[in-house]
């Protein structure tokens, strides 16, 4: 008998990494549902939620950001927010405004205007912070909710947070929208494969704050990001295109009121709506629209929501 030559300890690291991935991925998969079997109302080809984090200065001050980058979030809440609700509002578009809810004591003016449009607020933290104290976690979560319905009369449904999803349960939210692992809405509970969720997912590349800012986040000069709006907009419309052609396609972008709201790029924002516009079955809902349609219609199967 041939004796087995010893067991090299890289490959037996190898063999355990491989182990951990595999149970990892196992895990990962039992709390999340994909809707296998989604499709949209009768004539519908496509959603596209168009949503603005309205964050203003609050990310700027709480990275200590300088002078300059803190001014470009306050145009967000003194112009740009306005120019996008105009936007919206000409082309018959029902947008989300996720909204912090120190936002409400800011700006309240200009979602007062966002409500009585028709576009949802919903929650976006507190202070665009999450602490990590479940106390505070709670708090601040019932903060922004009695604020928003101090401003429209109702309590937000929806996030975009990296709160527990039981606190976000716990306060009546349906959805969040801040996870990447599917192209079309799906369920997503917590480690312990409860306080299901839907998920509306949205990706950095659909989102204005990766292409448009100078000093983002203190990078450094290498790392600038600032591209033209055209550019920008051909890579919308080839990202709504492919999910056109897919059917039952679904496109969330994100938007800022600082960034967007500059002049040049709502016009071609404009521009990029008309001719979605052009093609028949495109629905603008709101992200709250959107999660009760899927919810009622397409419940998930293996999680309890």
């Known amino acids: 008998m041939t004796a087995r030559?010893?067991?090299d300890a890289g490959a037996?690291?190898?063999?355990?990494?491989?182990?951990?991935?595999?149970?990892a991925a196992r895990a990962f998969e039992a709390r999340h549902e994909t809707l296998d079997d989604f499709r949209y109302p009768d004539g519908i080809r496509i959603a596209v939620n168009f949503t603005a984090d309205f964050d203003a200065m609050l990310f700027r001050r709480a990275l200590n950001e300088p002078p300059m980058?803190?001014?470009?979030g306050e145009f967000g809440g003194r112009v740009g927010i306005w120019r996008l609700i105009e936007l919206f509002d000409a082309h018959g578009v029902k947008a989300t405004f996720f909204t912090?809810?120190?936002?409400c004591e800011l700006y309240p003016h200009s979602l007062r205007a966002a409500a009585a449009s028709g576009h949802e607020l919903a929650d976006h933290m507190w202070?665009?912070?999450?602490?990590?104290?479940?106390?505070?976690?709670?708090?601040?979560?019932?903060?922004?909710a009695a604020a928003l319905a101090g401003i429209c009369g109702q309590r937000p449904v929806g996030t975009r947070s990296y709160y527990r999803q039981a606190h976000l349960k716990e306060a009546g939210h349906l959805y969040n929208s801040e996870g990447t692992s599917s192209r079309l809405p799906y369920y997503a509970a917590d480690e312990k494969r409860e306080n299901c969720l839907?998920?509306?997912?949205?990706h950095y590349a659909i989102d204005d704050a990766q292409f448009y800012n100078f000093g983002w986040l203190k990078s450094e000069p290498q790392a600038q990001r600032l591209t033209d709006p055209e550019r920008i907009m051909d890579m919308w419309w080839s990202a709504f295109e492919q999910q056109y052609a897919l059917g039952n396609g679904y496109l969330n972008i994100c938007l800022h009121p600082f960034v967007s709201g500059r002049a040049l790029r709502t016009r071609l924002l404009g521009q990029l709506i008309e001719r979605m516009?052009?093609?028949p079955g495109v629905w603008f809902p709101t992200c709250a629209q959107l999660a009760r349609y899927v919810l009622a219609e397409f419940p998930p199967k293996s999680l309890k929501f």
Not at 12 to 23: I, L, Y
Not at 198 to 202: D, N
């Open 12 to 23: 037996a690291n190898t063999d355990d990494d491989g182990r951990a991935a595999a149970a």
């Open 277 to 279: 516009k052009e093609k």
């Open 100 to 103: 912090p809810g120190r936002i």
């Open 198 to 202: 839907l998920i509306l997912p949205f």
């Open 127 to 144: 202070e665009h912070l999450t602490p990590e104290s479940d106390e505070l976690q709670r708090d601040h979560i019932e903060r922004t």
């Open 69 to 72: 980058q803190k001014a470009k």
């Open 5 to 7: 030559p010893p067991q």
